[in-house]
Nanobody
Framework: QVQLVESGGGLVQTGGSLRLSCAAS????????MAWFRQAPGKERDFVGG????????YYADSVKGRFTVSRDNAKNTTYLQMNSLKPEDTAVYYC????????????????WGQGTQVSVSS
C-alpha cells in the first residue's frame, strides 16, 4: 500500500509560479513511475506530466510543455511539479498518482492516488 500526500497548492496570479510536492509513504517509492493529473470542475481528470521510476524520462501534456516540469527525489520519496507561467485555465485540483508499470496518459492505469491539492490562477 502506498499513501500519497500532495502539498503546495494555492492561489496565484496569471504568470506566477507554484511548486507542488507529493510525498509517498512507500519504501519502494523508487520502483514506481509517478504522474500528475488535474481535474477542473465539471471536467475529466487529465494527464499533466509524468516521470519514470529513475527520473530519466519525463512526459508532458501539450498544454503544459515548456511551462511545467516534473521531477523526483527518490531519497526523499517525493515527486514535484514545478509550474511556471501559470494561466487561468490551469485552475484545477491537482493529483499525484503512482504506477508499478510505467507512465500512462490514462488515469485508470494508476495504482495509487493522493487526495489532491487546489491550484487557482486569477486573471
Amino acid at each position: 500500500q502506498v499513501q500519497l500526500v500532495e502539498s503546495g497548492g494555492g492561489l496565484v496570479q496569471t504568470g506566477g509560479s507554484l511548486r507542488l510536492s507529493c510525498a509517498a509513504s512507500a519504501r519502494t517509492f523508487s520502483s514506481y513511475a509517478m504522474a500528475w493529473f488535474r481535474q477542473a470542475p465539471g471536467k475529466e481528470r487529465d494527464f499533466v506530466g509524468g516521470i519514470s521510476w529513475s527520473g530519466a524520462n519525463t512526459y508532458y501534456a501539450d498544454s503544459v510543455k515548456g511551462r511545467f516540469t516534473v521531477s523526483r527525489d527518490n531519497a526523499k520519496n517525493t515527486t514535484y511539479l514545478q509550474m511556471n507561467s501559470l494561466k487561468p485555465e490551469d485552475t484545477a485540483v491537482y493529483y499525484c498518482a503512482a504506477s508499478r508499470t510505467g507512465v500512462y496518459y490514462f488515469s485508470a492505469s494508476y495504482d495509487y492516488w493522493g487526495q489532491g491539492t487546489q491550484v487557482s490562477v486569477s486573471s
